[in-house]
Each structure stands twice: as C-alpha cells, then as structure tokens.
C-alpha cells in the first residue's frame, strides 16, 4: 500500500486510535511548519487581527471609462504563440471566420485531445453550442456583438455552477456514495452567466484537483490534467484541466479559482497567464464565498490582454440583492468597494517603480533566476520604468504559513460535513490537518495577516508593484504510485507557494506571465497593491509583449495544425 494512502486511512475516522493518530500527525506537521514560532511572535504583536483582506483607498480612486471587452483593441504585439480573443473578435467582424465553424472545429479537437490530457470532467451539449454560435453569427451579420467575447469558446473549472451540470469539485463521478452525483445545478453562477452574456460560449466543466485543495492540479479519478507540454510532467492545480485547455490552444480563455495560486501555479506551467483580481472583485457565488477569505476567481488566458477582456466582463456580474463581499465592505468602511480601473492599459506612456526581494526572488531554480534577472534587466532598459532591490521584509515563513493554516482551515470549514471515506488519500490528509486547527491558531493567523498587510502597504508606499518569479521551479514529473493514490508531498507544495501566497493572504492583485518555453514554461509574477489592477495587468502586459517572441505552444499543438492544415488541402 502506498504510504500516503496507509496514512490517509490512519488519519481518517473517529475511533480514539484515529483521533489520536491524528492529533499526533497534525500536531507533528504543524510544528514541522513553525506554528509555535508564529503564535510566539504574533503574540507579541499589539496589532489587532484581520479576516478579510478588504482595504479602503487612501484617497479616491481615478476612475476611468475603459472597457476592454468593448474598446480598442489592445492585444497588437509583435509575435504571439496563440491567437488571442481580439485575432478571433476581427475574423468574425471581418466575415473571414464564422462562431458555428470555430465551434465546431473546436468541439472535434478538445474530443480528441480529451483522450490524452484528460482535462474535461463534462461537454456541453452540442445543440445549445450550435445554437449559441448561430444567434452569435446572427448578430455579427448585423455589426452588433454583444462584446469582444461574442462566440468565444471557453470552459470553467468543476467548482462552479453551471445549469444543468453536475458540480463535483473534483471527486469521484463514478462512486455511488457521492451525494453530488446527479444533483444538477439550477442556474449559472453569476460569474458564468456575465460572460454568457457577453456572448461566450460555454464548453462545460474541467478538471480540477480534488477540492481544489493541493497545487500540484493531478486527479486521481480523471487520471489527469497531463501537462501540455509534457504529458509526463503535472500541469499546477488546482485549475489544472482550465489551464490545459487553453495551454492546448482549445480555449482562449477558462475560469479558475485561486485559494493558494491555483490560476496562477497551472497557468505557469502550463506556459499561459493567470490573473488574480484585487480580493472582492469578482462577486462569485457558490458555498465557498462566505467562508473562504483567500479565495479569488479569476481568469486563465494565453496572454494579458486577453485577461483584461475577460476580468472586464467577470467583474460586472449582476447579483441578486447586495453580494456578501459589498455587505462586509460596506460593514467596514461605509463605502461602496472600487471599482476595477482599467485606464493604465491605455496610457500613451508609463511610469512605474518596481521592487523586488533580491534573497527572496534567488531561492529557485537555475534556469528560472536567469530568466528573472533578465527581465530585471529589461526593466531597467525601459524607459520611465525603475527597477530595485529595495523590497524589505521579514517573517517570511510567518506569513506562509499563515496563508497555509488559513486555508487549511478554511477547507475544513467548508468540507467538514461532506463523506470523508470517498476521497482521495492526500484529500483526507489535508482536511484531516486542517481539522486539528484550532481558535489559537486562527487568532495567531489574522494576527499575522494584519500585520504583514501593514508592511505590505509600507512597501507599496515606494513602489507600484513587485515582481518575482511565478514558480521556482518547472513543471515537475509525475512520481510513481500518484495515479493509483493521489500525491501529498508537503515540501513539494511550498516549493509550489514560495511566491504564491502574497494574493491569497492578503488579497493583492497578481498577473503570472509566461516569459519562456525552453522547453518548459517559466515566468515572472507582478504583484500591486490593492485596487490596482489595471496597473498590474499594464506591468505584466509590457514584459509580455517584449518576451512574446521567446513562448512556444506545445509541440502536441503545432502537430496538430499541421496535420489539420494538410486534411485542408
């Protein structure tokens, strides 16, 4: 038996032998982690505590009229691997291309490449894609698109609701003790129904690791997501079957969620962007949104213009009544919460002073610290730009781990009640942890948050963004025994996290972007203060387009057009 399956099942039950197994194997990990060292310094702390990371604007925010789902286009760089939303948005307005064509081409592919990456949980039916593309054609006939994303194929990740689909949030579908099987939702989260009604084209549902709850984005009931450019090698989760598909070429872009990087990690290794909005600005919906505090939603995209497009629509959804994230808001501040402001994406020309933490952006791998440091080094090429290892901080692993107890038992929170005994071996493992977590330990973790979200904003006071790398390391191999039982590899998920939780904790802004595929992805991170979004989508937008010429798509894609190209003639 695999060791993390015997443990899982030492770990899992409620007789005194498990209860003490598992306070023994919590207690052991929490220690391991450093949690008496934060509950001592955090003691000593006369900050008060912070749930939610909601900030107010120090002084009022500059508004602007930018809509990128609606305006100039912003997607002209000199070379792209992939063909963005605005390439697809001008075929259709220019009659080259027609929305029943590409969903029908699309549709074929995501089938076919479906048997070998394992990336999709459930299709859409093919009647209300035709029929979809149909009223989508219909209104380019007439020069009226509802957007930009008007007969844009996308998909979401298994964690939404999507009407008249199953929402398993990755476990097994074939286990008759699950209670989410046949349970169909109603209506579309918000989030959904905004972009459907941007006229995007909902393909179905992705694969995602189970719960969303680890990093690594590998399903053991789904034999998958397998990286796409090495089905070898894990493609990052938990978003990871959304990240495949776009990374395929399939979708221009999918919707994830991001609790501990999970758009951000698989868009990374999968060799695409994640994007992950200033906390609160994504009003989604479902039975997470009141109990996650590190939780975002946000898009996965081939390239940053895109993520705008797409972030643009997201955060416009029309909620029944006050959402939760605006009651709390408004609770804490009397203000309503901003707006996100797109106006730097359009500026004639920028002006941006950017940090970095010179010890902290080393610690990866070789391959990724040049990388890193070349794009330091264009940074300080660009003209108005400033770039400086002046990023000053301490209690590093303080604040990781607070994110990582945090979430951890936020996942317990919101999974306490569900069948245990149907999960994967490493699920269990880490609810079991997240279990053992008591008052204490949140009151130590809040602490933390406020005081880190104080030194943050210090920092941001000198500087419009820090950048690190957006993994240390690349795509990493799929180990033996992972597919029979799942993987819980603690070192190799902070590894994973090292730049990561920053967002999650204390709910910043953050773009991750693909700088090379030699051969596999690796890219940087811009992280911003809050309710600059735009600015940060600016920042990642020109390091993109500088370094668009050094991306490749996987090979499995470039063979696939040509043999597509060939069937042609």
């Known amino acids: 038996m695999y060791l993390p399956q015997m443990a899982a099942y030492a770990m899992t039950g409620n007789s005194f032998i498990t209860k003490l197994v598992r306070s023994l194997v919590a207690k052991n990990m929490l220690n391991n982690m450093g949690a008496s060292e934060l509950k001592t310094f955090t003691g000593s702390l006369k900050t008060g505590r912070m749930k939610w990371p909601f900030y107010r604007p120090e002084k009022e925010k500059e508004s602007s009229s930018q809509r990128p789902s609606q305006g100039e ?25 027609r929305p029943m064509d ?29 029929r979809a593309a149909t009223l989508s054609a219909q209104r380019y006939a007439q020069g009226k698109p509802l957007s930009k994303l008007d007969g844009i194929p996308f998909i979401v990740k298994d964690e939404m609701s999507v009407a008249g689909f199953q929402e398993l949030v990755g476990t097994n579908p ?19 129904q905004a972009l459907i009604d941007a006229g995007a084209i909902l393909f179905g549902t992705s694969v995602m690791h189970e719960y969303g709850i680890s990093p690594v984005g590998f399903n053991v009931w789904a034999q998958g997501p397998l990286n796409a450019y090495d089905p070898t090698r894990y493609t ?13 070429g399939l979708f221009p872009f999918a919707i994830g969620f991001d609790g501990g990087g999970s758009i951000r990690d698989p868009s990374s290794w999968s060799g695409v962007v994640g994007t992950v909005a200033t906390f609160g600005a994504v009003r989604y919906e479902n039975a997470e949104t009141e109990i996650f505090t590190t939780l975002h939603c946000g898009p996965i995209t081939t390239n940053v213009a895109d993520a705008a497009i797409v972030l643009d629509v997201m955060a416009n959804t029309k909620n029944k009544g006050h959402h939760f994230y605006d009651k709390v808001y408004k609770d ?79 996942f317990w929170q919101a999974h306490q009640n569900d069948v245990i005994d149907i999960l994967e071996p490493n699920t269990k493992m880490s609810l079991d942890l997240g279990r053992e977590l008591d008052d204490s330990i949140t009151e130590a973790t809040e602490k933390m948050k406020k005081w880190a979200s104080e030194q943050w904003m210090k920092q941001f006071e000198k500087m419009d963004a820090v950048i690190t790398p957006a993994m240390a390391i690349p795509a990493q191999t799929i180990q033996s025994g992972v597919k029979e039982y799942g993987l819980f590899n603690f070192t190799l998920v902070s590894i994973m996290s090292k730049y990561i939780w920053p967002s999650n904790l204390m709910g910043f802004p953050s773009v991750t972007v693909t700088i090379k595929t030699d051969p596999l992805p690796i ?8 309710f600059k979004d735009g600015q940060c989508l600016a920042i990642a937008k020109e390091i993109e387009d500088h370094f668009a010429h050094q991306r490749k798509r996987p090979e499995v894609v470039v063979l696939e057009e040509a043999q597509t190209t060939t069937n042609k003639k």
């Open 523 to 530: 890219g940087i991170q811009v992280i911003c203060p809050p």
């Open 332 to 410: 804490m501040f009397g203000i309503r919460m901003p707006s996100i402001n797109f106006g730097p994406l359009y500026a004639q020309e920028s002006r941006f002073t950017i940090g970095y933490h010179t010890a902290w952006s080393e610690d990866c791998a070789p391959e990724v610290k040049a990388m890193f440091y070349e794009v330091r080094d264009y940074i300080k090429s660009h003209q108005g730009w400033r770039i400086e290892p002046n990023f000053e901080m301490s209690h590093w692993n303080d604040q990781a781990i607070s994110h990582t107890l945090t979430i951890g038992r936020e």
């Open 174 to 192: 074939k286990d008759k003790k699950n209670p989410r099987i046949g349970k169909l939702a109603t209506r579309n989260d918000p989030v959904i």
């Open 102 to 130: 590409v969903v029908e081409d699309v549709l074929k592919r995501a089938k076919a490449l479906n048997e070998d990456f394992h990336f999709m949980v459930q299709f859409q039916d093919e009647e209300p894609l035709f």
């Open 73 to 97: 286009d912003l997607s002209a760089a000199p070379t792209r691997p992939y063909r963005s939303i605005e390439d697809i948005y001008r075929a259709y307005m220019e009659r080259r291309e």
């Open 236 to 248: 990052g989760g938990s978003s990871s079957g959304p990240a495949t598909g776009v990374a395929l």
